[in-house]
Nanobody, 115 residues
Framework: QVQLVESGGGLVQPGGSLRLSCAAS????????MGWYRQAPGKQRELVAT???????NYAEFVKGRFTISRDNAKNTVDLQMSSLKPEDTAVYYC?????????WGQGTQVTVSS
């Protein structure tokens, strides 16, 4: 069973930055894609960014140029550097990983962008 532990959420002013981190443990197999999703109140969960084991990245249009996803394959971690944050970025952010054909989710970390 894969466990995901997220950290780095919090309250930030508009225009500010935050860095989210996620550490995966317990996998007997290599981790394939890693990513971040978010869910705002009353809305469906949506993709923010993903990164393959080879480093290929994919971003939602609404974060392009503002967020950067990265991973450390040796440590099984994935980070999301968020800059130029907007109030509409307020949401619970979830770490997501694929191991073989199984998908795992973190518990979520709250990001609130407000003045």
């Amino acid at each position: 069973q894969v466990q995901l532990v997220e950290s780095g959420g919090g309250l930030v002013q508009p225009g500010g930055s935050l860095r989210l981190s996620c550490a995966a443990s317990g996998s007997r197999f290599g981790i394939n894609a890693m990513g971040w999703y978010r869910q705002a109140p009353g809305k469906q969960r949506e993709l923010v960014a993903t990164i393959s084991s080879g480093g290929t990245t994919n971003y939602a249009e609404f974060v392009k140029g503002r967020f950067t996803i990265s991973r450390d394959n040796a440590k099984n971690t994935v980070d999301l550097q968020m800059s130029s944050l907007k109030p509409e970025d307020t949401a619970v952010y979830y770490c997501n990983v694929w191991v073989v054909l199984h998908q795992y989710w973190g518990q979520g970390t709250q990001v609130t962008v407000s003045s």
